[in-house]
């Protein structure tokens, strides 16, 4: 279960979507001046270095971030994730990938709270010493589907939740159902992300309809399958459900889709799995 390192995957595919939909949320809490909280559950390394030898024995970055790179402006939905990036690389030359954590660490205020989880040692030991100095920043080496009851409800009232396991296990499936059931039930007013990888559209529209069925209101989902109809692939693409979805990212997340589509049908799709 501590296998998992995502430096292998960093900048990939999935993660262009998963943090160009996790950008466009935060945009839209930064809109309103009361502070928020931003607590990811499997916060990784928290920032990709994408000339390590790890990364380049993948290659994966080179279908995902490397296509928009020089793309400017990248497309609606995509330019906002694109800006950042290209602040942590200020010499215009692509190595350095923001995790979740960096992104997140540039967007919010001083007044606004981040908290992090990691269960790797080594993963945990990188990101603690990126972001576990300072007001406002919290690092722990924990097993986020026990810990996160005791952050939610956060004192703040508002904020927002990224769940990104790494499915290493079939049972991840059904324990962040759990996860998010539980957490919605203490705090049915956060903002909920949660990333899943598409290896086959039966799978992953059976997780949809899963969470549409524990009754909890507002799941907006986009998916992105950049190999479908590659049979040498063992990952279609992914998807981002979202739990009470900020105003207007349902238009938001169309633009991205389209973008992310390049014309092509099918490839990406946006829709309402629970309506509002």
Not at 220 to 232: F, K, N, R, S
């Amino acid at each position: 279960m501590l296998g998992y390192r995502h430096i292998f995957h960093a900048g990939n595919h999935a993660d262009v979507l998963k943090h160009a939909v996790l950008t466009l949320c935060l945009r839209a809490l930064l809109r309103k001046e009361k502070p928020f909280v931003y607590i990811d559950t499997h916060a990784g390394a928290g920032r990709y270095d994408l000339a390590d030898a790890r990364a380049g024995r993948t290659g994966e970055f080179l279908g995902g971030i490397a296509r928009w790179w020089e793309a400017n402006p990248a497309g609606p939905g995509l330019e906002p994730l694109l800006e950042i990036v290209r602040a942590e690389n200020p010499d215009g030359v692509l190595r350095h990938y923001p995790g979740s954590p960096a992104i997140a660490h540039r967007m919010l205020r001083p007044e606004d709270r981040m908290v992090l989880f990691e269960l790797h040692p080594s993963d945990h030991q990188e990101l603690a010493g990126r972001f576990g100095h300072g007001p406002g920043l919290k690092v722990e080496q924990v097993d986020a589907f026990e810990r996160l009851k005791a952050f939610v409800p956060p004192q703040e009232r508002r904020g927002l939740v990224l769940i990104d396991p790494p499915y290493e296990l079939k049972s991840d499936y059904a324990k962040v159902v759990e996860l998010l059931v539980d957490a919605h039930r203490r705090w049915a007013t956060g903002v909920y992300l949660l990333w899943f990888p598409v290896l086959s559209r039966l799978a992953a529209q059976r997780l949809i309809e899963r969470l549409a069925g524990t009754g909890i209101p507002r799941q907006l989902c986009i998916q992105y399958l950049p190999h479908a109809g590659e049979d040498e692939s063992n990952l279609l693409g992914s998807g981002m459900l979202v739990i009470n979805p900020p105003f207007k990212l349902d238009a938001a997340l169309g633009e991205l889709a389209s973008t992310l589509a390049e014309g092509v049908p099918g490839r990406a799709r946006v829709l309402w799995s629970v309506p509002e």
